[in-house]
């Protein structure tokens, strides 16, 4: 089992930066790949970024491309995903989420372990 406990969601004004961290514990591994997701009222989880644990190219959605970053601390078993210039549309709960193997795929259900989520509101 892998735990996942989120943290950094908060109210932003748009066109402001955030920093989200995921702390993972329990069975970790190189082998394995962890990336966010998002959440917003009445809309499917969609993807944001995605990285292997063991490699260093990571994934981002069209959406967040250009402004999100995904970076990982194998020392510290945690993954951040930085938010700038931050739209309304960026309102959602974000997730992490963690699955077996180094692939990264788009599609949470690929996806075996959650968070419990944190909410980011970007106000207008």
């Known amino acids: 089992q892998v735990q996942l406990v989120e943290s950094g969601g908060k109210l932003v004004q748009s066109g402001g930066s955030l920093r989200l961290s995921c702390t993972s514990s329990g069975r970790t591994s190189n082998g394995y790949a962890m990336g966010w997701f998002r959440q917003a009222p009445g809309k499917e989880r969609e993807f944001v970024a995605g990285?292997?644990?063991?490699?260093?190219?990571?994934y981002y959605g069209d959406s967040v491309k250009g402004r999100f970053t995904i970076t990982k601390d194998n020392a510290k078993n945690t993954l951040y995903l930085e938010m700038n210039n931050l739209k309304p549309a960026d309102t959602a709960v974000y997730y992490c989420a963690a699955k077996d193997g180094p692939g990264i795929y788009q599609e949470s259900s690929m996806y075996t372990f959650w968070g419990q989520g944190t909410q980011v509101t970007v106000s207008s």
């Open positions: 990285i292997s644990w063991s490699r260093p190219t990571a």
